[in-house]
């Protein structure tokens, strides 16, 4: 079989080809080697959806019985969590910038949901930045209450995760 320093030449040389796949077979061992994807180098903000705007009720004028419009419904403001129930959780925080991924892959379950219990060593998310993907444990006990990004997510380093219940 292959050296790790021979590997890591084939990896330099397809990496600066144009070789997408690449598969080596000695003596029944096989190394298959293959690029990902290229993401596109697109970095503007997502485009977010204007809410609809509500006017006061004295300022709307009655539409005539011929021209019968449907009045935007109010938009009701999300409710604040009670701070008796974040009165005793912690924070798990991403400890570096990256995209956040909630299971090994995209076909495998989440590492946790909430209600899980986690200790200090349980894999709670993968960060991946760089292309290397870093496991990321809880390194507090518990249960798991809130997921506070969603998968595929873009974190900043010390962006809060997860809300863990002692």
């Known amino acids: 079989m292959l050296k790790v320093q021979e590997i890591r030449e084939l990896i330099k040389l397809i990496d600066q080809s144009s070789i ?4 080596y077979e000695q003596d029944g061992e096989k190394l298959k080697l293959r690029k990902q ?6 970095y503007s903000e997502p485009v977010q959806q ?3 705007v509500v006017q006061p009720a004295e300022e709307v004028k009655a539409p005539a019985p011929a021209q019968k419009e449907k009045q935007p419904e109010p938009v009701q403001e ?3 969590e009670p701070a008796a129930d974040l009165e005793n959780t912690t924070e798990i925080k991403s400890p ?3 995209t956040f991924y909630e299971a090994s892959s995209p076909d495998a379950g989440p590492f946790v949901k909430v209600g ?5 060593d349980t894999t709670v998310c993968i960060v991946e930045a ?3 993907f870093n496991e990321i444990e809880a390194e507090t006990e518990g249960e798991i209450v809130k997921i506070l990004v969603e998968n595929g997510q873009l974190v900043e380093y010390g962006q809060p995760l997860f809300l863990v219940k002692k």
């Open 20 to 23: 997408d796949e690449f598969t």
């Open 78 to 80: 999300a409710q604040p």
């Open 96 to 98: 570096m910038v990256g």
């Open 50 to 52: 204007a809410e609809p």
């Open 130 to 132: 760089m292309k290397l």
């Open 116 to 120: 899980s219990k986690v200790s200090a």
């Open 37 to 42: 994807a290229k993401k596109s180098a697109d």
